[in-house]
């Protein structure tokens, strides 16, 4: 026994080895934080759990976790065979004695984790039709209050207002300031243009944007919040987000793109002299279709105007007065019709018929039922004759009569009869009572 007993503190059991080994992975401070990358491999999305999937190369694989929270902080979808760059530790699972990878975050490889959440989110707005063609709106011609949001400090705002009072002085010109690079630029811009949306009513048309820059400077204006409210908007958007090069999802969901600010602004206000021009030009080409006018003959003997006119009345009026006179006729003919049929079936003609009908139907039920009250009496009769004739009053008077015992019951054979017993004799006139003295059985001769 106590060999056995030193057999049994010799040997590990299972769960003591692969806490040990859990416990060696855990204290390394080089698997703490390991930088990885690998193509995905069996991922498959479970919506609102944790993500279990694989990482490998041309030559091994690993197992990864993902915990929920840190897959809900990813900011691009992940795809089967995506490379991808992932930071997190190395463990094991205790319970079946594996080692894993628990990735902490993860970001797309090859072009980058920013071009990559671009190219996603651009496909998924696109689908969702925010990009469509139709749902852009067109840009006021002159309007009168033009809301702007930038930077309050950059060359944005400048270039705006020079450009917007050169051409249109008229226009009044509202700055709500944003951040427009930065962590909390996106919230600064959907704050501004909340602002503006409270006030759609005052303004005819909104401009957004901010300088050239590098993809993460202006980055802001891919943010799906961002890129959302700019589809709301209730007036025309103009977006003129970094420089002609640039292209931002702003730029997509805005009704008009503008490669510059200026360009912004030309396109939202109209050149006062371009316009000027065109009125003066519309002026001359109505004062010579006025001239025209004066010197036609129509002016100099209006009355040529309404001479056909008058010609034509007439000759309207006599087609009316003609029509007139047929559609009078027409309906008295139809009305005398309807008198000579109203006079057919006029009520008191109808009423006389009907009491005719009424008094012949009578007289008809009158002598039916006498005939059948006569059939009635005449069959009454036969029967009380048949009764008669058949009534044992009847053979009583000539000169028959019938016999009953004690108990009443009619005798009808001798075998119902004893000597002594009593009888009863019905006659014509009355009934008789005797006793049976003797009896003899034989057919009655």
């Known amino acids: 026994m106590d060999s056995i007993k030193g057999m049994d503190e010799k040997y590990l059991t299972v769960s003591e080895l692969n806490w040990y080994v859990k416990q060696k992975f855990d204290r390394d401070p080089y698997l703490r934080q390991i930088f990885l990358q690998g193509e995905l491999s069996n991922f498959r999305f479970r919506r609102g759990g944790h993500q279990y999937f694989s990482l490998k190369d041309d030559k091994s694989k690993i197992n990864v976790v993902m915990f929920r929270g840190d897959f809900d902080k990813v900011k691009f979808e992940p795809e089967e065979g995506m490379k991808v760059y992932v930071t997190g530790r190395l463990s094991t699972y205790e319970a079946k004695g594996s080692y894993q990878f628990y990735a902490k975050s993860m970001e797309p490889a ?106 993460e400077d202006l980055w802001p204006f891919n943010e799906e919040e961002v890129v959302r409210q700019v589809y709301a908007m209730k007036m025309p958007v103009i977006s003129s987000v970094g420089h002609e090069t640039d292209t931002t999802l702003c730029d997509l969901v805005a009704d008009c793109r503008a490669a510059t600010p200026t360009a912004a602004a030309e396109m939202a206000t109209p050149a006062l002299t371009l316009v000027l021009t065109d009125i003066r030009a519309v002026i001359q080409v109505r004062a010579q279709a006025q001239a025209q006018l004066e010197n036609s003959f129509i002016m100099k003997e209006p009355q040529r105007l309404y001479e056909q006119k008058m010609q034509q009345v007439d000759q309207l009026s006599q087609q009316l007065s003609q029509m007139m006179e047929v559609i009078v006729k027409d309906q008295g003919q139809k009305l005398s019709l309807l008198t000579q049929r109203l006079q057919h079936q006029a009520p008191d003609r109808r009423i006389k018929q009907l009491k005719q009908e009424n008094s012949y ?9 006498k005939r059948i009250l006569e059939q009635k009496q005449a069959a009454c009769r036969q029967a009380v004759q048949q009764l008669d004739d058949y009534s044992p009053l009847k053979t009583l008077a000539r000169g028959y009569s019938y016999t009953t015992d004690a108990s009443g019951n009619v005798v009808k054979s001798v075998q119902q009869l004893a000597p002594g017993d009593q009888v009863r004799l019905h006659l014509k006139d009355g009934q008789a009572i005797g006793r049976i003295e003797e009896i003899k059985e034989g057919k009655n001769d």
């Open 361 to 369: 139907l009578a007289k008809s039920l009158e002598m039916g039922i």
């Open 110 to 215: 090859g072009l980058g984790a920013l071009y990559e959440r671009f190219r996603q989110l651009q496909e998924k707005l696109a689908k969702e039709g925010l990009f469509a063609q139709e749902h852009k709106r067109p840009l006021p011609l002159f309007p009168d209050k033009i809301a702007v949001v930038t930077s309050a400090s950059g060359a944005v705002i400048h270039d705006i207002m020079v450009t917007a009072n050169r051409r249109f002085p008229h226009a009044e010109i509202d700055l709500f300031p944003a951040q427009v690079q930065g962590e909390s630029a996106a919230g600064s811009l959907v704050s501004a243009m909340q602002q503006i949306q409270a006030r759609a009513d005052e303004y005819d048309v909104l401009i957004i944007g901010r300088g050239g820059g590098s993809l």
